[in-house]
C-alpha cells in the first residue's frame, strides 16, 4: 500500500521525462526545463506547480493522488490483470523493465490509460478486508450476462430495493469488469442527501450533495461462487443474492443459503512436525507458527491462548504447549509469521496474518497473500466444503 501522498514525495519518485509528459499532455507550461534539474530536485517543480490557477492545481492534484495510490505491488498486478483482459501480451515486459512502483504507474496512466478505471476498481477490491465479504458457494455453475440489459437490470433492482425499504437508491450505476475466471460488479447506488464544508475559492461554504455507497458482487462461475461486499448493509446481502441471481444469472428463484460453507482445517497445525508445502518459485523462505487458541473439548467457552517468540527458536509455540500439556482442545486459530526470501540490496519482507475457525483469514486474494493462499491450499488448510 502506498505511503501518504505529497507533492514533493510524489515528484520525487516520477521520473523528469514522464512528468514533462504528463504536463505536456495537459497542455500546461510550467515554466521550467525538465532537462536541466536533476531527477531529485522536487523544489523546483513544486515552486512551479504551485504558480498554477487553484482550478487547475486541484483536478492535477486528484489524479496525483490515484497515481501515488496504485504505486504498490497490488497496483501493479491490477493493472497486469487488466492488460490480461486486453489481451496485451508485451505490457508484463515493458513494465517490468521501467523502475520502481510509481514510474511503472505513471507509464500505464499515460500510455494505457484504457486499463486504469479496471485496475483502480480491483485494487480498490484487493484491499477490502476478508471480514467485509459475504461469500455464498452453493449457486448453480451458470454463465453470467453481462449486456447492457443485464446490467441495466441489476443496477435498477438495488435502485428499487433500497428506495422502497429505505428511502435511498433513487439512482444507481452498475459497472462490470472480468478478472481472469471472475466476474466484478461495481454498484454505486445514490445515498442520502449530506451537506458538508469546503473551500469554494476563497471562501468557506457549507454544501449538500448526494454522495454514492458502494456494492461490489464478485462471481465465479466455476466455483458457483458469489461474494459480496456490503459495508453497513450485511443484513441487505441475502436480497442482494437473489437481486444478482434473477438480473445475472437469470435464475427466476434462489434458496435461501447460508453465507460461506467452508471451514480452515486447522488440526494439522497441532503437530509440530507439520510442514507448510512451499514450492521453490514462491519467494517463501520459511512459514512460522507464533501463536495457537486452544478451545477445551470438555466444558463450554474455555480458551487458551499462546504466543512465544519464535525468533531464535522456530518451535518456540510448540515448546510452551508442550510444557503445559493442556486438556484435550481443538485449534481454532493460529497466528502465522511468512518470511520472504531476501532480495539483493532490500530487507526481507514478512507477512503476518492469522486464521480463525470455521473460515476466517485476514489475507487478501492478490500478491504476496495469493501466493500463501495457494501455499495453504497446497498444504491442506485453506477451505474446503463441508
Same mark, same amino acid.
Given at each position: 500500500?502506498?505511503?501518504?501522498?505529497?507533492?514533493?514525495?510524489?515528484?520525487?519518485?516520477?521520473?523528469?521525462?514522464?512528468?514533462?509528459?504528463?504536463?505536456?499532455?495537459?497542455?500546461?507550461?510550467?515554466?521550467?526545463?525538465?532537462?536541466?534539474?536533476?531527477?531529485?530536485?522536487?523544489?523546483?517543480?513544486?515552486?512551479?506547480?504551485?504558480?498554477?490557477?487553484?482550478?487547475?492545481?486541484?483536478?492535477?492534484?486528484?489524479?496525483?493522488?490515484?497515481?501515488?495510490?496504485?504505486?504498490? @505491488?497490488?497496483?501493479?498486478?491490477?493493472?497486469?490483470?487488466?492488460?490480461?483482459?486486453?489481451?496485451?501480451?508485451?505490457?508484463?515486459?515493458?513494465?517490468?523493465?521501467? %523502475?520502481?512502483?510509481?514510474?511503472?504507474?505513471?507509464?500505464?496512466?499515460?500510455?494505457?490509460?484504457?486499463?486504469?478505471?479496471?485496475?483502480?476498481?480491483?485494487?480498490?477490491?484487493?484491499?477490502?478486508?476478508?471480514? $467485509?465479504?459475504?461469500?455464498?458457494?452453493?449457486?448453480?455453475?451458470?454463465?453470467?450476462?453481462?449486456?447492457?440489459?443485464?446490467?441495466?437490470? =441489476?443496477?435498477?433492482?438495488?435502485?428499487?430495493?433500497?428506495?422502497?425499504?429505505?428511502?435511498? #437508491?433513487?439512482?444507481?450505476?452498475?459497472?462490470?469488469?472480468?478478472?481472469?475466471?471472475?466476474?466484478?460488479? $461495481?454498484?454505486?447506488?445514490?445515498?442520502?442527501?449530506?451537506?458538508?464544508?469546503?473551500?469554494?475559492?476563497?471562501?468557506?461554504?457549507?454544501?449538500?450533495?448526494?454522495?454514492?455507497?458502494?456494492?461490489?458482487?464478485?462471481?465465479? @462461475?466455476?466455483?458457483?461462487?458469489?461474494?459480496?461486499?456490503?459495508?453497513?448493509?450485511?443484513?441487505?446481502?441475502?436480497?442482494?443474492?437473489?437481486?444478482?441471481?434473477?438480473?445475472?444469472?437469470?435464475?427466476?428463484?434462489?434458496? %435461501?443459503?447460508?453465507?460461506?460453507?467452508?471451514?480452515?482445517?486447522?488440526?494439522?497445525?497441532?503437530?509440530?512436525?507439520?510442514?507448510?508445502?512451499?514450492?521453490?518459485?514462491? #519467494?517463501? @523462505?520459511?512459514?512460522?507458527?507464533?501463536?495457537?487458541?486452544?478451545?477445551?473439548?470438555?466444558?463450554?467457552?474455555?480458551?487458551? #491462548?499462546?504466543?512465544?517468540?519464535?525468533?531464535?527458536?522456530?518451535?518456540?509455540?510448540?515448546?510452551?504447549?508442550?510444557? =503445559?500439556? &493442556?486438556?484435550?482442545?481443538?485449534?481454532?486459530?493460529?497466528?502465522?509469521?511468512?518470511?520472504? @526470501? &531476501?532480495?539483493?540490496?532490500?530487507?526481507?519482507?514478512?507477512?503476518?496474518?492469522?486464521?480463525?475457525? &470455521?473460515?476466517?483469514?485476514?489475507?487478501?486474494?492478490? #500478491?504476496? %497473500?495469493?501466493?500463501?493462499?495457494?501455499?495453504?491450499?497446497?498444504?491442506?488448510?485453506?477451505?474446503?466444503? =463441508?
Amino acid at each position: 500500500m502506498a505511503s501518504q501522498y505529497s507533492h514533493k514525495h510524489f515528484f520525487r519518485r516520477i521520473p523528469n521525462f514522464q512528468l514533462n509528459n504528463y504536463f505536456s499532455s495537459k497542455n500546461i507550461d510550467l515554466g521550467i526545463n525538465f532537462n536541466n534539474i536533476t531527477e531529485k530536485d522536487a523544489d523546483a517543480i513544486f515552486t512551479a506547480f504551485t504558480q498554477l490557477p487553484e482550478n487547475q492545481q486541484a483536478l492535477i492534484e486528484a489524479e496525483f493522488q490515484d497515481i501515488h495510490a496504485m504505486a504498490s @505491488e497490488g497496483g501493479v498486478n491490477a493493472l497486469i490483470d487488466e492488460a490480461y483482459f486486453f489481451q496485451d501480451e508485451t505490457f508484463v515486459d515493458e513494465i517490468a523493465a521501467i %523502475d520502481g512502483f510509481h514510474a511503472k504507474v505513471m507509464r500505464a496512466f499515460l500510455e494505457k490509460h484504457q486499463y486504469w478505471l479496471g485496475a483502480t476498481m480491483f485494487l480498490h477490491a484487493d484491499n477490502v478486508s476478508s471480514s $467485509f465479504w459475504k461469500k455464498r458457494n452453493d449457486l448453480p455453475s451458470v454463465p453470467p450476462h453481462v449486456d447492457d440489459r443485464s446490467i441495466s437490470a =441489476l443496477a435498477n433492482s438495488i435502485s428499487n430495493y433500497f428506495h422502497s425499504k429505505e428511502g435511498r #437508491g433513487r439512482n444507481c450505476k452498475v459497472e462490470p469488469y472480468r478478472r481472469h475466471n471472475k466476474e466484478y460488479f $461495481f454498484a454505486y447506488p445514490e445515498d442520502y442527501g449530506q451537506s458538508g464544508v469546503e473551500w469554494v475559492r476563497d471562501s468557506l461554504q457549507n454544501r449538500a450533495h448526494h454522495p454514492a455507497f458502494e456494492i461490489i458482487f464478485v462471481y465465479c @462461475e466455476k466455483e458457483g461462487s458469489l461474494d459480496i461486499y456490503a459495508p453497513k448493509n450485511t443484513k441487505a446481502v441475502p436480497e442482494l443474492q437473489k437481486i444478482f441471481a434473477k438480473s445475472i444469472l437469470k435464475l427466476e428463484t434462489l434458496k %435461501d443459503g447460508s453465507i460461506d460453507k467452508r471451514v480452515y482445517n486447522l488440526d494439522p497445525i497441532a503437530d509440530q512436525n507439520f510442514k507448510f508445502q512451499i514450492e521453490s518459485d514462491t #519467494g517463501v @523462505e520459511q512459514i512460522l507458527i507464533t501463536g495457537l487458541r486452544l478451545t477445551l473439548k470438555h466444558g463450554t467457552k474455555r480458551r487458551i #491462548g499462546l504466543e512465544a517468540d519464535t525468533k531464535t527458536n522456530p518451535n518456540a509455540v510448540y515448546d510452551l504447549l508442550a510444557k =503445559l500439556n &493442556p486438556p484435550e482442545h481443538y485449534i481454532t486459530r493460529t497466528r502465522i509469521k511468512v518470511l520472504f @526470501e &531476501p532480495k539483493p540490496g532490500k530487507r526481507a519482507k514478512t507477512r503476518t496474518f492469522n486464521i480463525t475457525h &470455521p473460515n476466517s483469514c485476514a489475507l487478501n486474494y492478490d #500478491g504476496d %497473500d495469493l501466493i500463501i493462499r495457494q501455499i495453504l491450499e497446497k498444504s491442506g488448510i485453506e477451505p474446503k466444503l =463441508l
